[in-house]
């Protein structure tokens, strides 16, 4: 069964940086990409970034680019999201994704 669990979420001021990890389990992360995306309030889940099985491949929306970095420790089996300069509109739950699945998510919420 895929595990994730998603940490490090919290309250930031704005033009702040947040590290969340996802820890996994359940099935063999060396040879899984792995995305991250994030549900603001009243909105749709929107896709945030995408790292494949290597960590040699990365991708954002542009909302997120020069701002976030995705990266993966396969030795360790977590995937993580370190965003900087974090604004409002980042406010929202960042979840993290492999194989169809999502875990529960953590929360970020910027304001000052």
């Known amino acids: 069964e895929v595990q994730l669990v998603e940490s490090g979420g919290g309250l930031v001021q704005p033009g702040g940086s947040l590290r969340l990890s996802c820890a996994t389990s359940?099935?063999?992360?060396?040879?899984?990409?792995m995305s991250w995306a994030r549900q603001a309030p009243g909105k749709g889940l929107e896709w945030v970034s995408a790292?494949?099985?290597?960590?040699?491949?990365?991708s954002y929306a542009d909302s997120v680019k020069g701002r976030f970095t995705i990266s993966r420790d396969n030795a360790k089996s977590v995937a993580y999201l370190q965003m900087n300069g974090l604004k409002p509109e980042d406010t929202a739950v960042y979840y993290c994704?492999?194989?169809?699945?999502w875990g529960q998510g953590t929360q970020v919420t910027v304001s000052s």
């Open positions: 790292i494949d099985s290597s960590g040699g491949v990365t």
């Open positions: 994704g492999v194989l169809g699945s």
């Open positions: 359940g099935f063999t992360f060396s040879s899984y990409a």
